[in-house]
């Protein structure tokens, strides 16, 4: 009996719902969205007005949804050739070529139009500016051409603190940008860490990664001189007075335990290093952005109380 290819079965609603969720790379798109929100309360002294709050976080998790949505659909070759990506719904060939199109139009134009009516039309461009800054600058020239992909695109996946900010005050501020400066540098340490160890992956699609084009060795201490690096940016929230001393504490031993896992992997490596340091440097992102948060809000509280 000839077999129906999955593109041309008829999934259950449910099944085909996760299909489409699953275009959107949730565990991605829910960093993303946690960052722009932290910029969201970073931009008042207050509380952030609940409408704001409510389709900005929305928006702009529906357009990174679209975002993520293209960059299967490009890439659902290479997804097929790698291990960590093979069970993504395009590389599985669930979904068509056209329901992926269409579905990632329609995240688009919803999460644009909830940004421009209901946040402010700064915000839906640049939310719309860093859609194609990931779907096409990245995914489709920078990707597939240099071992320096992940540094120059990395400056699409850093904007989301950005978007929360202009989504509050209608501006971009110095402030914002430096949240910014902070994920972009986050970023190569974080990404080769995996990139180590699925380097084979990586090596077999034919993407020039840089352990692929430049060696295991030369990676490692790549992460670690972009580790050292990120230390000194997470310390100016502190210099500019954007945030306290427990901020500052926070980011330092947070840094620290980066320098260490980063250290540890250039002098000894093996895969399992790469998994922790990849792990950490998750975790480690998470963490930072909730200090600014928590730092932000007790020096507001306590500064009455200690004039």
């Known amino acids: ?59 702009i998790w529906i357009l990174a949804g679209g975002a993520f949505a293209v960059n299967c659909l490009i890439e659902q070759r290479i997804d097929a050739q790698m291990a960590r990506t093979h069970n993504r719904p395009m590389a599985r060939g ?14 688009a134009l919803l999460g644009s139009a909830l940004l421009y009516f209901f946040v402010n039309a700064l915000t839906m461009w640049l939310t719309i ?4 800054g990931y779907a096409f600058i990245y995914t489709v020239l920078l990707k597939p051409t240099t071992p320096q992909n992940i540094v120059i695109g990395g400056l699409s996946g850093a904007m989301p603190p950005m978007l929360g900010w202009a989504a509050v005050t209608g501006d ?13 540098v986050w970023t190569p340490p974080h990404f ?6 699925r380097v084979e992956d990586y090596r077999k699609s034919g993407l020039p990664m840089l352990p692929v084009t430049h060696g295991s060795e030369f990676t490692r201490l790549q992460i670690l001189l972009y ?19 427990l901020y500052l504490i926070a980011a330092l031993a947070l840094g620290f335990g980066f320098i260490a896992h980063a250290w540890r992997l250039y ?9 922790k340091t990849f792990a950490y440097s998750l975790w480690y992102l998470a963490a930072l952005f909730g200090a600014l948060l928590f730092d932000h809000y007790l020096v507001q509280y306590l500064n009455p109380l200690f004039p």
Do not use: H, N
């Open 1 to 59: 009996m000839q077999s129906t290819p999955a593109t041309e079965q008829t999934a259950p609603l449910g099944t085909r719902l996760r299909q489409f969720a699953d275009l959107t790379k949730p565990r991605v798109t829910m960093l993303a969205v946690f960052c722009a929100v932290i910029g969201m309360f970073l931009a008042t002294p207050g509380m952030v007005d609940p409408t704001v709050l409510v389709f900005g976080t929305a928006g």
């Open 94 to 107: 669930e979904l068509s070529t056209l329901q992926a199109l269409v579905f990632a139009l329609l995240l």
């Open 129 to 132: 500016a860093t859609f194609f």
């Open 172 to 184: 971009v501020g110095p402030e914002s940008m430096l949240l910014v400066l902070i994920i972009f």
């Open 192 to 197: 080769w860490a995996l990139a180590l160890y």
């Open 227 to 245: 580790t050292f690096l990120l230390v000194a940016v997470t310390v100016l929230p502190f210099v500019i007075k954007m945030s306290g001393w």
């Open 267 to 275: 002098k000894d490596y093996s895969d399992a290093r790469a998994r």
